[in-house]
């Protein structure tokens, strides 16, 4: 094929990067964490991995137009939509002379009303939008309610299914919340809080029935027993002698510290307090299971002090959990639970490693070295629940990577790949710093215990370094020793590596310089995963995916080593009255039937799907999308020039054209064909450059709008996060990604067609869709899904904002084109503020393509715990209603929230089924919540590993869901996710909600790149149509996005 059809341009001189005026960018490392998939292909996650980038390309400076986007009325009245957007009578007038007698309008009070008079409960009765002369509640509460909700007193219900809350479904279940503000707080249950609603039915639906065993052991109780917390303070202990203008302010203990503390205050004082009867939580609460002494006792610890004052806080009384598990109690003693898991818990703190909720020895198995500084560590991951069989401990097994307890220069040479030998480490002392700071050290070449934290490396050699020695005595004078000649009279230690610097440890101020071969990593510091080789994550992953059959055998032997009769851990509950039964739970699943799909045809008649009996994948061999989008304006940009793993252009770009077009959607020829090389990656500035520059190229061929840029790269790379920001931020223009390793295949037709899926739902195209409606709804529902997620940084970063990202269905009834909103909100919070608002600008989208507003609306949310479901319903909820409620318009709300990070799995119990429970597999009975609408769902095929179902919980149901018809109706959204041919583990709108909320994360990193890294890139801000809104460093900032980018699917 003749190259030059594409009109792609060649590189400079000697670099390989395009031409063009504006120079060569600095050289730079991408180091930026990331946590959350990226998808190349059709895995259904796939981490995105950190790389090196260097140099600049060459090219011309171009800008694109940009406008800013606002949303246009569906009427033609604009203003009375934005007066029933905002709760306003669709008839009511624009802001009359008197602005404060429209403020008054605005929050729901009477025009003529005026400030507080003699009457202040009448006056508070109007701030609450209730009448002034209304009394309190009288002999017809229902209009009383209908007030305090907003509702007209004298308001009948509605008939059929309307748009406005029809009261005769179920009053109970129609729960409505107050406009009134003070009822905005979060409140708990005895202050008449929402709380989670109860299981309505059990289901019923099944395609087969299936036998399978769970990983909860059931845990016995005496419930005549009862735990005794103290509370205990732990300081150290001042320096008498110091002046209090010298005393320094002690930093706060660490956990570790104080958990060893407490041992040794057991060891000190055995009788007193005996190990095995008491359980520390690490922080400020020991329970025991006999009485202790109160006062105050003292410790040394690595030659410190500290006083350990013990106080008796409560009796626990057992009697509770046995309450609630007999349905006698409403909520769960959460004081007692924490108690049983702490002391569940106490040998295994005294014995392995505590990370999060995981639990790893202190040693790795030979086999399990990943010969990079770091080794796998085995374990398991625990905790207690409540289940419809009682109480129960679930205990999973788990793998995590930790940097070995081994020499420093050991360390150095597995670890980093230059370092070869000690006399490399000068040479990469860069590396050498990047990978010792901040992890502890302990000494050799002195009798200690204590470790030290490395802040740097000194700027000498050993050799070149010398100190000034004080005389403590105060008898000799201060002088200058070398290092080298203090540890031979010192220590007696003779230093061998002098050319190499020495680690500095202690604090900036004064630090202490030791030589490295005197030092060995101290601490069981857990290794990011992501900054592993690729070697080591693949034995990693391997390690991780244990088959069904060898996991549920790895947490067998785990529960047996530490619970069986005999045990240290069975010691130790055993003098709480506790025990663990050492077999899984039994429990009968079902298996749904799944949907039934479609796809388009070249004829215009449906074409039925037939789908896969085992792993219920489909196949686009013979299929066409339903709704395929034409591709008529692209271009391509080649990375891959120079690289061991460049792409064959003249077989690539007809292959994919061919591909796109036998599923629907027509590609032109490209516009325009860059090729350059990954130096074109190195910090945003040159992408910036490089993608205006491509934008106004591909203008010059034509002047329509250009529709997408295809990126062909040859290894993960930070510079994706870079096109991201700069195509969906700046220039307004949709970009697809695709690695070359994959593209060179020869046979890469499913390589293919996974680009053509995630082409043409970026085109706002439709893949595939249900035959059948969803189940529940019928012909005069408008319902719409709504998937939320808030994204939160690395466990390390202290300061990062999180990210908030909700999406929301807009093609109706369809429901497989989502629009989606992301902002940033303050560092780790877990609610979403401006949830409400967020919810309106997606039902005006709705409302937009629809022409009519969605009368039921599903909500799922994903990331939030057990104790956090009441924030949803007060918080998010109420948000979301005052929001979108109007006299005229009050959808019914449900709310589900979908938790992955659980440790609950389903194994097979039958002897002629092997591997991983099939697609559709559903339990409502037995291991799920006594009386909540919860259930476990795992809706995709397990390949590799053992599968994780997906936790399900109905908190709020105006919709009147049967268990059958949520359940299936979840299935079968698991079909329409728009980028792979086969069900996935977790219901699309919270899919789609944790890719955004991750492509929001890329947005705020790539900020970081700009504010501190990538050279003179600090100066640029956000230009164009896309920007950051907002105030204050995590005020409620909305990353809004080029208005020919934002309602569509760009995440995909």
């Known amino acids: 094929m003749d190259r030059s059809n594409y009109n792609k341009r060649g590189g400079g001189r000697n670099t390989g990067g395009g031409r063009g005026d504006y120079g060569r960018g600095g050289g730079g490392r991408g180091n930026w964490n990331q946590q959350q998939p990226q998808q190349y292909g059709n895995q259904e996650q796939q981490q995105y991995g950190r790389g090196r980038g260097g140099g600049g390309g060459r090219g011309r400076e171009s800008g694109g137009q940009h406008g800013q986007h606002t949303y246009q009325a569906p009427a033609a009245n604009p203003n009375a939509w934005n007066r029933v957007a905002s709760g306003h009578p669709v008839g009511s007038q624009a802001p009359p002379a008197n602005p404060s007698a429209w403020n008054r309008v605005a929050s729901g009070h009477p025009v003529g009303s005026q400030a507080p008079t003699a009457n202040p409960s009448a006056w508070n009765r109007v701030a609450s939008s209730q009448p002034v002369g209304s009394q309190a509640p009288t002999a017809n509460p229902s209009a009383w309610n209908r007030v305090a909700s907003g509702r007209p007193v004298g308001s009948q219900a509605s008939s059929g299914h309307s748009q406005t809350l029809n009261p005769n479904r179920h009053d109970l279940q129609v729960q409505e919340i107050s406009n009134r503000m003070p009822s905005l707080s979060v409140t708990d249950h005895s202050k008449g809080g929402l709380v989670p609603i109860k299981r309505p039915d059990r289901g019923t639906l099944a395609m087969r029935p299936v036998k399978l065993l769970v990983n909860h052991f059931p845990v016995k109780f005496n419930p005549s027993s009862s735990i005794l917390r103290y509370d205990v303070d732990v300081k150290q202990e001042s320096d008498q002698e110091a002046s209090s203008s010298t005393r320094q302010l002690k930093k706060a203990i660490p956990k570790s510290s104080l958990r060893q503390i407490q041992e040794k205050l057991c060891l000190d004082y055995p009788d007193k307090f005996p190990l095995k009867q008491l359980g520390y939580d690490g922080e400020k609460n020991i329970f025991s299971a006999i009485v202790l002494q109160a006062g105050t006792y003292k410790v040394e610890f690595f030659g410190r002090s500290y006083s350990c004052t013990i106080k008796f806080g409560n009796e626990l009384n057992l009697s509770k959990l046995d309450d609630f598990v007999r349905a006698n109690a409403s909520q769960v003693p959460r004081d007692v639970l924490q108690a049983l898991e702490v002391a569940t818990k106490a040998n295994l703190y005294r014995e392995k490693v505590s990370v999060g909720r995981g639990m790893y020895p202190r040693e790795h198995r030979k086999e399990d070295d990943l010969h990079c500084g770091v080794a796998a560590y085995r374990g398991s991951q625990q905790s207690l629940k409540f289940t419809s069989n009682g109480l129960i401990m679930c205990t999973d097994y788990s793998v995590m990577p930790f940097r070995k307890r081994i020499d420093v220069l050991d360390f150095l040479i597995e670890h980093i790949r230059e370092v070869q030998s000690v006399d490399d480490i000068n040479r990469y002392k860069n590396k050498v710093m990047a990978a010792l700071k901040g992890l502890k050290v302990s000494v050799t070449h002195r009798r200690t215990k204590q470790k030290y934290t490395v802040i740097g490396l000194t700027d000498k050699l050993t050799k070149d370094i010398s100190f000034e020695m004080e005389d403590i005595e105060g008898e000799k004078k201060p002088h200058m020793v070398m290092l080298t000649d203090y540890f031979k009279e010192k220590w007696g230690k003779e230093i061998v590596h002098k050319r190499i610097p020495c680690l500095k440890v202690g604090n900036e101020k004064k630090p202490n310089f030791v030589p490295m071969e005197f030092c060995f990593l101290a601490e069981d510091r857990r290794f990011p995963k992501e900054n592993l080789g690729k070697e080591a994550a693949r034995k990693l992953k391997e390690l991780s995916l244990l088959a069904p059959e060898n996991r549920r055998r790895q947490i067998l032997n785990m529960v047996h080593d530490e619970y069986a009769p005999g045990r240290h851990g069975a010691e130790v509950i055993q003098n709480f009255g506790i025990s663990v039964s050492m077999e899984m739970t039994p429990v009968d699943g079902r298996v749904l039937e799944p949907p039934k799909l479609k796809l388009g045809s070249s004829n215009g008649k449906t074409n039925f799907v037939t789908l896969d009996r085992q792993k219920c994948q489909y196949n686009l061999l013979r299929g066409k999308f339903v709704t395929a989008k034409p591709l008529q304006r692209w271009g391509l940009i080649d990375f891959t020039r120079g690289h061991r793993d460049w792409i064959n252009l003249d077989d690539f770009i007809p292959k994919l054209k061919n591909r796109c077009t036998n599923l629907g959607v027509i590609m032109e020829e490209p516009l325009y064909v860059h090729e350059t090389n990954m130096r074109d990656l190195s910090n945003v500035n040159a992408v910036s450059r490089l993608l205006n520059w491509f934008v106004e190229e591909c203008r010059k061929e034509d002047k329509g709008r250009l529709q997408m840029i295809i990126c062909v790269m040859p290894e993960r790379h930070d510079g994706y996060k870079i096109i991201k920001h700069v195509s969906e931020l700046e220039i307004g223009v949709m970009t697809q990604c695709c690695l070359s390793q994959n593209a060179n295949k020869s046979n890469n037709d499913q390589f293919l067609a996974n680009l053509g899926l995630k082409i043409n739902a970026k085109l706002d195209g439709s893949n595939v869709e249900l035959v059948e409606r969803f189940p529940h709804f019928n012909a005069n529902d408008h319902f719409m899904f709504i998937g939320a997620d808030v994204n939160h940084p690395a466990a390390m970063n202290k300061s990062s904002p999180s990210i908030a990202a909700v999406v929301g269905s807009v093609n109706w009834p369809a429901a497989t084109r989502y629009a989606a909103r992301v902002t940033k909100q303050a560092h780790r919070k877990e609610e979403i503020v401006n949830f409400g608002s967020l919810c309106l600008d997606l039902i005006k989208k709705y409302v937009e393509v629809n022409k009519v507003k969605p009368n039921n609306i599903i909500v799922f949310r994903d990331g939030v715990s057990d104790d956090q479901f009441e924030m949803v319903l007060n918080k998010e909820m109420v948000d979301m209603k005052q929001a979108i409620y109007t ?121 970081m790149m700009e504010t501190y890294g990538s050279g003179s890139s600090s100066s640029r801000s956000v230009s164009g149509s896309g920007s950051v809104s907002g105030s204050g460093l995590f005020g409620q900032y909305v990353y809004n996005l080029d208005q020919n980018l934002k309602d569509s699917m760009f995440f995909i």
């Open 887 to 1007: 006299e005229q318009y009050r959808p019914f709300v449900t709310f589900v929230v979908a938790q992955k990070r659980h440790t609950t799995r389903l194994f097979l119990d039958n002897k002629n089924e092997v591997g991983n429970v099939p697609p559709g597999t559903v339990v409502d009975t037995n291991i799920v919540h006594p009386t909540n609408f919860d259930f476990y769902l795992c809706s995709h095929f397990g390949g590799m590993g053992t599968s994780k179902p997906t936790h399900y919980s109905v908190i709020w149901d105006e919709n009147k869901f049967s268990s059958d018809e949520m359940q299936k109706m979840i299935y079968d959204l698991c079909y329409t996710f728009a980028r792979c041919t086969k069900p996935v583990s977790l219901v699309p709108p919270v899919y789609y909600a944790d890719l955004v909320a991750y492509r929001g994360r890329m947005f705020q990193e790539v900020e």
